[in-house]
Nanobody
């Protein structure tokens, strides 16, 4: 079992920045990829970025390159998503995901980001 808890969302003006955090607990002895997804109102959940266990390899959705930066804390159990120059279209619930931990996928409950124009 892995528990994922996101934080850092909130209301921000367009052009601002936010750093989202996700803390993983439970099977923290396993080495696993962590990822961020988001779901905007009326849209399907979409992939944002992922990072490997060591934090040395990252991958972004094409549309997310540039303003989004994923990183991993030194303890390996925390993953961050830095979002710069926020746009109203970034308004969404941002979810943390551990896609494969001993064959199972885990999700957090999400953190809401609202960007005002």
């Amino acid at each position: 079992q892995v528990q994922l808890v996101e934080s850092g969302g909130g209301l921000v003006q367009a052009g601002g920045s936010l750093r989202l955090s996700c803390v993983a607990s439970g099977r923290t002895t396993s080495r696993y990829v962590l990822a961020w997804f988001r779901q905007s109102p009326g849209k399907e959940r979409e992939f944002v970025a992922r990072i490997n266990w060591s934090g040395t390899s990252t991958y972004y959705a094409d549309s997310k390159k540039g303003r989004f930066t994923i990183s991993r804390g030194n303890d390996k159990n925390t993953v961050y998503l830095q979002i710069n120059n926020l746009e109203p279209e970034d308004t969404a619930v941002y979810y943390c995901n551990a896609p494969s931990v001993e064959g199972k996928s885990y999700w957090g409950n999400g953190t809401l980001v609202t960007v005002s124009s």
